[in-house]
């Protein structure tokens, strides 16, 4: 219910679970300009160039190769379009990147990585950050919203 009624939402899941959950909040929302498709993010079906803006939120590291993931949301937002990504990325204080380092192989059992960073995440991409800020009441995850430089299109920071 948070976007927008004039945008079109599509939104994808490999989980048959996940994806019954969100059917059943567009059902109980009526969000009519929602649509959901069983697809994996590593290699989506979508045409390049598909979307204005691609978000991607708890998902960077809790996926088998986020490189993949990575490329396939460069690869469907269009040149200047936004990549949205919300999620935790490894801390840039020492004490507590110490700390994620040393419990990331427990995470990993549980499908999510601690000590993944962001400037890993972009690194030899076509991604510029055009905003960072901490989110949630520990200040641990991030909202990234990124400019999609492929083919090098211009930035628009506004």
Not at 113 to 133: F, I, Y
Not at 140 to 146: D, K, Q, S, T
Request: net charge positive; glycine share 6%; proline share 4%.
């Amino acid at each position: 219910p948070l976007y927008p009624r004039h945008c079109r939402v599509v939104g994808i899941d490999l989980s048959a679970g996940m994806l019954e959950k969100a059917r059943e909040r567009v059902r109980v929302h009526g969000l009519d300009h929602v649509e959901l498709s069983r697809m994996d993010a590593g290699q989506m079906e979508f045409a390049d160039d598909s979307f204005d803006t691609v978000m991607a939120a708890y998902v960077v590291t809790a996926v088998p190769d986020y490189r993949k993931v990575v490329t396939e949301m460069i690869r469907v937002c269009r040149p200047g379009g936004r990549i949205i990504m919300l999620n935790h990325f490894s801390n840039g204080n020492k004490l507590i990147a110490a700390v994620e380092k040393v419990i990331s192989p427990l995470c990993k059992h549980i499908g999510f990585r601690t000590d993944l960073s962001l400037s890993t995440v972009l690194e030899g991409t076509s991604l510029l950050v055009a905003r960072k800020e901490k989110v949630n009441p520990l200040r641990f995850w991030h909202l990234v919203e990124c400019v999609n430089k492929k083919n090098g299109s211009a930035p628009s920071l506004n």
